[in-house]
């Protein structure tokens, strides 16, 4: 089973800088994956990235990268140069366990607002 | 190509009342998933089913249930609702295969908005 922490429930940021959201997780497997997933108010959840546990190098998609510390059980987003439309709900969210059915296990979410 | 789709968007319902929820995958997936998401809370999963079969089941009443068609849509049946079932239910499809370990990525609907009141 895993357990996905997010513990800050809302973030403010100035359109056009850096800004880094936490995730912590704890799980006894050897094998997993960690998601990030951003939700706007439509309600849809919009894939951002992903990192597995084996990779060595952080994910990076665009403006997205993930800080990925094994030793700490970390994977924090980082969103670089943000814009208005990055106002959204972010997700972290794990998937792992040797079951037929591995399904998501997702923390809390994160409210971000960017500020012009 | 079309994403994952939901349907119906928004639904009003009472107390006791029966709900089914529809959902099509993106083309070429097999792999269904249902989550339940209430407000301010992360999606719960709820049910993944592959190829018509049940593959996992979340903790959640047997007043839930779903089936996969032939052509790998799905339904989400909720009976005898109560108000704390009122919440965004989101389906996600998915290329994964049960049981093959990899992490493939989920692609998610916009969601069933059910009330009950």
Redesign the interface.
Known sequence: AQKITQTQPGMFVQEKEAVTLDCTYDTSDQSYGLFWYKQPSSGEMIFLIYQGSYDEQNATEGRYSLNFQKARKSANLVISASQLGDSAMYFCAGKGGSGSARQLTFGSGTQLTVLP | DAGVTQSPTHLIKTRGQHVTLRCSPISGHKSV?W?QQVL??????IF?YYEKEE????NFPDRFSARQFPNYSSELNVNALLLGDSA?Y?C?SSS?V??A?T?E???????T?LSVL
């Open positions: 998933s989550y301010g809370q992360g999606p719960q999963f993944q593959r996992g089941r979340g965004l989101l996600a994964e049960p049981g370990r992490n990525k989920l692609f998610f609907g916009s969601g908005q």
